[in-house]
């Protein structure tokens, strides 16, 4: 049976706990013989007080050479003043430009369990299952220059710079469209292009892309801010929405809110199928943050970081059936009723991390018997 390799890099704050219950999930498929091989190593803050810097060059060796990175979460205010290119954050930023990781999938789905938690109302959450696509190595995250000037009298000016090249877009154009072809059939483009140069060429390329290579996928281009509008007014008229780096970023946790909390997202960045072997690099990440006030209390939610898996399963190791498997394992244990803080509501039952571990495994076994 063939290895898979598997390096966790929990990180800070809540990472190690939630990363913890990922590492059982896995433990359950190896006893079933999916032949998964787990390797430990560190990043942001933890990183920085061993190694001086984010993320090592030794770690980024271990990245490079996995078939799939499970992160955990960076950062807190223990790091909060040293210097700004060892943040503990600049450790997946490294990772995401090094591996060449240019496409963030973030779905947004809306379990039924979970409909009243929303911000909205159920009627326009439930059933909810939604794709943002973000381009993840350029826009004004990676633009050069970057920098702060002082002008003097107390003056200073900073400066972000915000840039893409043709192939950048077309890459990830193509990435949306290969999605949306397997869903819904739908893409939604979102952009700044009435007030930014940027906008101008991303609408440009998406639509001739589309127009080229799939011409058989519906196209929509809507404005980055009506999308956020209309996330929150009409979340289910979209399927697969592409968008830049700064828009996917904000928009991705305006769609987070639709779903009840940002603990149930996961997120996979992934680079280009490599020519040799076909497979590619991918790191698989919740969306929440380290939660630095709640770390080591044993209260995050961990459906998200197992969800993360779950894209894992499905997208670097073809395992479908299996990904489904515990797709539906997290449904039926919020069917249960049960929730971590937050996501409680009266009548449910509120539980601690790794008890909503054993959770989603109790109902693996009952599903796989």
């Given at each position: 049976?063939a290895?898979?390799?598997?390096?966790f890099?929990?990180?800070d704050?809540?990472?190690p706990?939630v990363?913890n219950?990922?590492?059982?999930?896995?433990?359950?498929?190896?006893?079933?013989?999916?032949?998964f091989?787990?390797?430990?190593?560190?990043?942001?803050?933890?990183?920085?007080e061993?190694h001086?810097?984010?993320?090592?060059?030794?770690?980024?060796?271990?990245?490079s050479a996995?078939?799939?990175?499970?992160?955990g979460?960076?950062?807190?205010?223990k790091?909060?003043?040293?210097?700004?290119e060892v943040?503990?954050e600049a450790?997946?930023?490294?990772?995401?430009?090094?591996?060449?990781?240019?496409?963030?999938?973030?779905?947004?789905?809306?379990?039924?369990?979970?409909a009243e938690?929303?911000?909205l109302?159920?009627?326009?959450?439930?059933?909810?299952?939604?794709?943002i696509?973000?381009?993840l190595?350029g826009?004004?995250y990676?633009?050069?220059?970057?920098?702060?000037?002082?002008?003097?009298?107390?003056?200073?000016?900073?400066?972000?710079?915000?840039?893409?090249?043709?192939?950048?877009?077309e890459?990830?154009s193509?990435?949306?469209f290969?999605?949306?072809a397997?869903?819904?059939?739908?893409?939604?483009?979102?952009?700044k292009?009435?007030?930014?140069?940027?906008?101008?060429?991303?609408?440009?390329?998406?639509?001739?892309?589309h127009?080229?290579?799939?011409?058989?996928?519906?196209?929509?281009?809507?404005?980055?801010?009506a999308?956020?509008?209309?996330?929150?007014?009409?979340p289910?008229q979209?399927d697969?929405i592409?968008?830049?780096?700064?828009?996917?970023d904000?928009?991705?946790?305006?769609?987070?809110m639709?779903?009840?909390s940002i603990?149930m997202?996961?997120?996979?960045?992934?680079?280009?199928?490599?020519?040799?072997?076909?497979?590619?690099?991918?790191?698989y990440?919740?969306?929440?943050?380290?939660?630095?006030?709640?770390?080591?209390?044993?209260?995050?939610?961990?459906?998200a970081?197992?969800?993360?898996?779950g894209?894992?399963?499905?997208?670097?190791?073809n395992?479908s059936v299996?990904a489904?498997?515990?797709?539906r394992?997290?449904a039926?244990?919020?069917?249960?009723?049960?929730?971590?803080?937050?996501?409680?509501?009266?009548g449910?039952k509120?539980?601690?991390?790794?008890?909503?571990?054993?959770a989603?495994?109790?109902?693996?076994?009952?599903?796989?018997?």
């Open positions: 049976m290895v898979s390799h598997l390096l890099l929990p990180g704050g809540i990472g706990e990363t219950e990922v590492r059982r999930v896995v433990e359950w498929f190896n006893a079933r013989g999916a032949g091989e787990i390797e430990h190593d560190l990043v942001g803050g933890c990183a920085y061993a001086g810097q984010a993320v090592s060059d030794a770690t980024m060796a271990l990245a996995a078939d799939a990175v499970l992160f979460a960076v950062g807190g205010p790091w909060d003043r040293v210097p700004y943040r503990p450790g997946l930023l490294r990772l995401r430009k090094d591996l060449e990781l240019f496409a963030n999938l973030r779905p947004a789905i809306c379990f039924t369990a979970l938690s929303s911000s109302k159920r009627d326009l959450v439930e059933g909810l299952d939604i794709m696509v973000r381009e190595t826009g004004v990676f633009g050069e220059p970057k920098v702060i000037t002082d002008l003097g009298n107390g003056q200073k000016r900073a400066v972000d710079t915000q840039v893409y090249d043709t192939f950048e877009i890459r990830i193509r990435v949306a290969e999605l949306a397997k869903r819904k059939n739908k893409v939604t483009s979102m952009d292009r009435n007030v930014m140069r940027t906008g101008v060429l991303w609408n440009e390329v998406v639509s001739a892309v127009e080229r290579e799939y011409p058989g996928v519906e196209l929509d281009h809507m404005l980055a801010d999308g956020g509008m209309q996330l929150v007014r009409a289910k979209f697969v592409v968008t830049d780096n700064l828009f996917g904000m928009l991705s946790d305006i769609a987070a639709l779903t009840g603990g997202l996961p997120s996979a960045s992934l680079g280009l199928p490599s020519a040799a072997t076909g497979k590619r690099r991918a790191l990440e919740p969306v929440h943050g380290s939660a630095p006030d709640i770390a080591g209390k044993g209260i995050a939610n961990p459906i970081m197992i969800a993360s898996f894209m894992a399963l499905r997208y670097s190791f395992m299996e489904d498997l515990l797709d394992a997290i039926a244990a919020l069917d249960d009723g049960l929730r971590t803080g937050d996501i409680a509501a009266p449910t509120t539980i601690g991390t790794a008890a909503m571990g054993t989603i495994i109790e109902k693996l076994d009952r599903l796989s018997a």
